[in-house]
């Protein structure tokens, strides 16, 4: 099963922007151990909110994208290869004895978005 987990934003100031729409949504903040990044859940169901510091003018910078977890990465991105995705690049980074590693995509129009396991 596929969930969509995030929706990410690429931005300056993670937590100005997060405060922004934390206080749109009636959002509540969520800690994070990640540096640079800010996270708030929406009300109800459905993604968070993440932000995450990036600066303008770096490769592959995606602006708004869709963060989706999935139990086995490596098959979904295979799927979805399949149904006509492309893979830009696979990710790990290392942070407090925890290790993230996400395949980033674009769907059939160029539009990005990465895969995770939950």
């Known amino acids: 099963m596929t969930e969509l987990q995030f929706i990410t934003f690429a931005c300056d100031a993670p937590e100005r922007l997060a405060?922004?729409?934390?206080?749109?949504?009636?959002?509540?903040?969520?800690?994070?151990?990640?540096?640079?990044?800010?996270?708030?859940?929406?009300?109800?169901?459905?993604?968070?909110?993440?932000?995450?510091?990036?600066?303008?003018?770096?490769?592959?910078?995606?602006?708004?994208?869709?963060?989706?977890?999935?139990?086995?990465r490596a098959q979904s991105v295979e799927r979805l290869r399949e149904l006509?995705?492309?893979?830009?690049?696979?990710?790990?980074?290392?942070?407090?004895?925890t290790t993230a590693e996400w395949t980033v995509l674009e769907d059939p129009e160029g539009n990005a978005f990465c895969v995770s396991e939950y």
């Open 19 to 72: 405060t922004f729409w934390e206080a749109a949504l009636d959002g509540e903040r969520r800690d994070t151990e990640v540096p640079e990044t800010a996270l708030v859940d929406r009300p109800g169901d459905g993604p968070d909110l993440l932000f995450k510091r990036l600066q303008a003018g770096t490769k592959w910078r995606m602006a708004i994208h869709l963060d989706l977890s999935v139990e086995d």
């Open 84 to 97: 006509g995705a492309t893979v830009r690049e696979t990710k790990t980074e290392h942070h407090d004895g």
